[in-house]
C-alpha cells in the first residue's frame, strides 16, 4: 500500500480539490501538516506520503501481504517467549516442551498461538502467491520483487519444517527422518548411474541438514540454530527488502487502464494506518480466540525404533508427501525443483504488461484458467484412480527397474502433461501470459487435488481409504 | 598479452581457486559427523534369539532372524525414506509410504528404490554376536549353523 511520491510538487499543485477543510489554515498549509506526520514517524515512514486508491481495494489486495507481516511479528514474540522455557537437547527437549504445555502459566496458549500463526502464515504466504500471479503483479518492472517473494515463500515453508522437529515428538522425530531421507534420495539417481560413490551429492544433502546419518542432537542442535536465527533473520532482511521493493516500484500493481490512471492519489495517513490497524486487531483476535480452542498437537516422545502409522506430517507437507510414496525423488527433489523453477522464471517468461492488475488478466484468462484446472483435475483424478484400482507399474511388472518407477508415476506424467499443455496454450493463444497461467493453474490445482488425498484419504500403510 | 591483463588473469584465477578451496573447506565443516564407532554392532549371545523369529535389535534398527539352521540379519531401515519397516507374515511391510518386500528383503511394491540389506554376522572370542554392517551377505546365508 505504499506509493512513490513521483511528482508529488506536480500534482499538489494541480490538486485543488484535495481533502482539505476549508477555514483559516490553507490547504497547502494543511498537506504539510500531514505530510510531516508521515515522514517523521518510522512506522508510517515504511508508507509512502500518497497511496493510490486502487492499492486499497480490499478485494484486490485482500491485505494478505499486510497479515503476513503481521503474523511474522506475532511469531517473533511468541517464538521469543518460547525460547525462555524450552531446552534444545534430545533428553530434555519433549518434557519442556511439555512444561510449556502443561505447568507455564499460559504456556499453552503462547504456544496454541505460536502454531496456528505458522499454519495461517503458510496458507496466507500460499494465498498472496496465488494473488500477485492471478493479478499479474510480477511484471512492470516487479520481477525482482516476484522472485523475492518466491523465495521468502520457501523460507516460510523451511521455518515451518524445522520448527517441528524442536518439540522431539514422535511427528517431529519421523517428519525430519522423511525430509533428511529426501534430501538424501538423490542418491536414488546417482545409484541408478552408478556415481554414488565419487559424487554422493543427496549423502552430502543429509548430513549437511541433519548432521549425520540418522536425526540425533546434532540434528536438533541445527534444525534449533535454523529455526530461531538462521531463517528468521533472512526472513526479516527480505521482509524489508520486498516492503522496499514495492515503493521502488511505484506501488502496489494497479491496471493501467484510463479511469486507474486518472484517480487521484490520497494521503497514506491516516487512512492506510486505519486499514492496516483493523488488519491487525482482526489477525489477534482470530489468533487469541483461536488458541482457546485449537491444541497445538503434543505426541508421545520420539521414538527412533517405531514410526507413527500412518506418519502423516502437517496438513501442508502432505501433498508432497503423496508424491514421495510414488518415488523419492521424483516427488520429493524433483517435481518441486521444477516447481520452484517454474515459479522464478514466470516474470522473464511473460513480459507482457497489458494483463497487469487485472484478476485473471480478463475473461479470456479465466477461460484459461478454468479450462488448465479441469484438465489437471482429470489428470491426477484418473492416474489415482487407476494406481488405487489397479496398482501402478511394479503391481504390473515386478521387478521392473527402478528407472521406470522414477520417471514413470502420478507426479512427473502430471508435469509432463501440464507443460505440454501449457506450450500447446501459448502457441494457439500466442500469449506468454495465458501459457503462464495454464501451467501454474494445473500445477496449483495438483498440488491442491494432492494434499487432500494426502490429508483426507491415506490411513494405515499409507493405504487408500475412502475419507479417514 | 599486455602485462597488465596477465595479471588480472592470473589473480582471478588464483582467488578463483582459493575461493573454492575454502568454500569446500568450509562446507566440509557442516557435513562432518562425529567420530564413529565403526558399524560393528554387538547385538548379544545365540540364545538371546527366539528360534524361528525375527527379533528387532532397536539400537542398530536391524531385525536377527534365527532358526534350526542359524541366524541371519537384515536392515529394518526403509530404502525409500527411512522409517522402520514391520514385519508381516511374509516380508515387510513400511508404514510411511507402504513399500512392501519380500521375505527375502526384496522389493514388492511401492515406492523403495533397493531391497533391504543383509549383514554378515561374527562371533566374537567372548561368544557374542557381531553385526557387521559395512558388508552385506546375500539373503539365504546363514551364519554359525548349530
Redesign the interface.
Known amino acids: 500500500m505504499e506509493e512513490r511520491p513521483k511528482n508529488n510538487r506536480q500534482q499538489s499543485k494541480t490538486d485543488q480539490t484535495g481533502t482539505a477543510p476549508s477555514g483559516t489554515v490553507s490547504a497547502d498549509q494543511y498537506r504539510r501538516k500531514r505530510i510531516r506526520r508521515v515522514t517523521q514517524n518510522f512506522f508510517l515512514h515504511i508508507h509512502s506520503t500518497r497511496v493510490h486508491p486502487h492499492a486499497l481495494k480490499p478485494t484486490y489486495t485482500f491485505g494478505l501481504g499486510v497479515m503476513l507481516g503481521f503474523l511474522f511479528l506475532v511469531m517473533i514474540l511468541t517464538g521469543v517467549l518460547l525460547m525462555l522455557h524450552y531446552t534444545p537437547s534430545v533428553d530434555a527437549a519433549y518434557n519442556s516442551v511439555k512444561d510449556i504445555v502443561h505447568v507455564v502459566p499460559g504456556g499453552r496458549i503462547i504456544r496454541n498461538i505460536h502454531r496456528l500463526a505458522s499454519n495461517f502464515m503458510v496458507l496466507i504466504v500460499f494465498l498472496h502467491l496465488l494473488r500477485t500471479f492471478y493479478t499479474g503483479s510480477y511484471s512492470g518492472g516487479r520481477q525482482l520483487n516476484w522472485v523475492i517473494g518466491v523465495v521468502m515463500f520457501v523460507v516460510v515453508l523451511l521455518m515451518s519444517f524445522s520448527g517441528y522437529l524442536l518439540p522431539w515428538d514422535q511427528l517431529s522425530y519421523?517428519a525430519v527422518?522423511?525430509g533428511?531421507?529426501?534430501a538424501a534420495?538423490a542418491r536414488?539417481l546417482t545409484?541408478l548411474l552408478g556415481i554414488t560413490r565419487f559424487a554422493d551429492i543427496g549423502g552430502?544433502l543429509q548430513?549437511?541438514l541433519i548432521?549425520?546419518?540418522?536425526v540425533g542432537q546434532?540434528a536438533l542442535t541445527r534444525f534449533f540454530m535454523l529455526h530461531v536465527i538462521f531463517l528468521p533473520l533472512t526472513l526479516l532482511v527480505l521482509t524489508g527488502v520486498h516492503f522496499w521493493r514495492i515503493r521502488k516500484d511505484g506501488g502496489l500493481s494497479r491496471p493501467n487502464d484510463e479511469v486507474t490512471v486518472k484517480q487521484e492519489k490520497l494521503y497514506s495517513w491516516p487512512l492506510v494506518m486505519w486499514a492496516e490497524l483493523a488488519i491487525l486487531a482482526g489477525v489477534l483476535a482470530v489468533l487469541v480466540l483461536l488458541a482457546f480452542f485449537v491444541e497445538a498437537p503434543l505426541l508421545e516422545q520420539a521414538n527412533?525404533?517405531?514410526?507413527?502409522?500412518?506418519?502423516k506430517s502437517p496438513w501442508y507437507f502432505l501433498g508432497i508427501?503423496e508424491l514421495?510414496?510414488?518415488?523419492?525423488?521424483a516427488?520429493g527433489l524433483l517435481v518441486p525443483v521444477l516447481f520452484l523453477y517454474f515459479l522464478f522464471s514466470i516474470p522473464y517468461r511473460d513480459r507482457e504488461e497489458e494483463y497487469i492488475g487485472q484478476w485473471f488478466s480478463g475473461s479470456k484468462g479465466l477461460k484459461v484458467t478454468w479450462k488448465a484446472a479441469l484438465m489437471s483435475l482429470l489428470v491426477v483424478v484418473l492416474q489415482v484412480f487407476v494406481m488405487v484400482r489397479f496398482?501402478w507399474l511394479?503391481?504390473w511388472f515386478?521387478?521392473i527397474s527402478?528407472w521406470f518407477?522414477?520417471l514413470f508415476n502420478p507426479a512427473t506424467i502430471s508435469v509432463l502433461v501440464f507443460a505440454l499443455y501449457a506450450v500447446w496454450v501459448g502457441r494457439k493463444s500466442g500469449s506468454a501470459r495465458m501459457s503462464a497461467m495454464a501451467l501454474f493453474t494445473a500445477a496449483i490445482v495438483a498440488l491442491i487435488l494432492f494434499t487432500v488425498i494426502g490429508i483426507w484419504f491415506r490411513g494405515?500403510?499409507?493405504?487408500f481409504v475412502a475419507g479417514g | 598479452m599486455q602485462r597488465r591483463n596477465f595479471i588480472r588473469k592470473i589473480s582471478v584465477t588464483l582467488a578463483s581457486v582459493a575461493g573454492v578451496l575454502t568454500g569446500i573447506s568450509f562446507l566440509k565443516q557442516f557435513t562432518h559427523g562425529r567420530a564413529g564407532s565403526g558399524r560393528k554392532a554387538r547385538v548379544g549371545r545365540l540364545a538371546d534369539f527366539p528360534v524361528d523369529t525375527y527379533t528387532f535389535v532397536e539400537e542398530q534398527k536391524i531385525f536377527v532372524y534365527r532358526d534350526h539352521e542359524g541366524v541371519r540379519a537384515v536392515s529394518a531401515v526403509c530404502t525409500h525414506l527411512g522409517c522402520i519397516v514391520l514385519r508381516t507374515a511374509d516380508g515387510f511391510e513400511c508404514p510411511c509410504h507402504g513399500s512392501c518386500y519380500s521375505e527375502t528383503g526384496d522389493v514388492l511394491a511401492g515406492p523403495a528404490p533397493a531391497a533391504l540389506e543383509w549383514y554378515r554376522i561374527e562371533k566374537a572370542p567372548d561368544g557374542v554376536l557381531v553385526v557387521d554392517m559395512n558388508e552385506t551377505a546375500p539373503a539365504e546365508e546363514k551364519f554359525y549353523l548349530t
Not at chain 1, 514421495?324 to 525423488?329: K, L, P
Not at chain 1, 494405515?460 to 493405504?463: D, K
Open positions: 519421523w527422518t522423511i533428511s531421507n529426501i534420495s536414488e545409484d552430502f548430513r549437511l548432521g549425520g546419518e540418522t546434532a527412533p525404533s517405531l514410526p507413527e502409522n500412518p506418519a508427501q514421495v510414496s510414488y518415488s523419492a525423488f516427488g496398482g511394479r503391481d515386478p521387478g527402478q518407477v522414477l494405515a500403510n499409507w493405504e
